[in-house]
């Protein structure tokens, strides 16, 4: 199969990358030029401007090399991973080239939270895919309904390697008995990890912008970023943070309420602590106070803290090593959702 499919040259620790690299010699892709380009434009600040102020200039520019790009590569499917840069005018043109077009959102279509989780154009171009996938089984019911659309559901996964995994084990590094949570800053989060800190519960934060909401203290630690443009001195250090605190927390935007996002997968599969938020989804991929944790609300949220953190270490590495263990027998991982995906796309292609 021919795939011309999202991704970046210059970001590798995306989702379209932890499914590319899980490619098997079936599938002859190439990744989307137009992205990367559209990003580096955006990092100047002129072409910020314009892009606020008259996007369709952008736009037209960025669809122009899609359409001829797909010409080029001659692809069977074209998979799309959101497609803010993409407008319903360059997906018509490649329909009439017989082209299987694909869309698989991470956030979520039409309900955007802010600026980036979606646009205009990703709402607009819904009819124009032949396949709507989407990490949420809530959310693909609703773009069913709404637009009478094809959909499947892939959820999210963790992308930790058996040698990332040992390695941070290697290393055994001493648990911090403290809350963390890796992310950056919101108005969802900002006031939640508030309500923590009143209550005089000690809060690591690892993440872009926490400075201008929160004002380090005895009971807030803001951890500065390692290396110019990305967090991590590199990707070791993500997961031996997961791991190391007491308590990873985890907080849903609108669009994951009742469903699940990241961490519901990262956090157990590298055996850290999960307290999530409760959903029926994240029920079905994971046992309640055996290997994760849920609460339902800030009073909830607080209370699970404090009873999380004056659990006896050998009751938290019970489940750790629960949480670990069903992240690795159900295979929740990017190898294991590629190739559902790749089925899928394989399945259009006969249709």
Known sequence: MRLLISGSKLNSNTIASFIIRNFDNTIEFELLRFPDKYSQLLSNRFFKIVSRLA??????????????????????VVLVFKGMEISKRSLMKIKTMGVKLANYNFDHPFIHFSRGTGNRFVTEAIP????HISYSSLIAKQLLERYQVQTAVIPFGFHITEEQFANVILEDVPEINEVCFVG?????????????????IKINVYGFGWESYLKPSDWLTIHKHRRQGTFW??????????RQYRIQLNFF????????????????????????????????FFENERELFFYSDETGMIRQC??????????????????????IEQ??????RTADLVALLKNLLIK
């Open 184 to 200: 950056n800053p919101d108005s969802i989060r900002i006031a939640a990890l508030q309500k923590l800190i009143n209550e005089k």
């Open 306 to 327: 404090k009873r999380l953190l004056a659990m006896e270490g050998k009751e938290i590495n019970k489940i750790r090593n629960s949480a670990r263990k069903k992240s």
């Open 253 to 284: 935007r609108p669009h994951n309420e009742g469903s699940h996002n990241l961490r519901t997968f990262e956090v157990p599969s590298v055996g850290g602590i999960l307290l999530t938020p409760d959903s029926m989804e994240q029920r079905s």
């Open 128 to 131: 124009y895919y032949d396949l």
């Open 331 to 336: 295979d929740y991982s990017y190898k294991r």
């Open 55 to 76: 996007p369709q200039l952008l736009i037209w520019k960025m669809n122009k090399d899609f359409v001829n790009q797909v010409r080029e590569f001659k692809p069977a």
């Open 233 to 242: 001195e590199d990707q070791l250090e993500f997961w031996k943070v997961i």
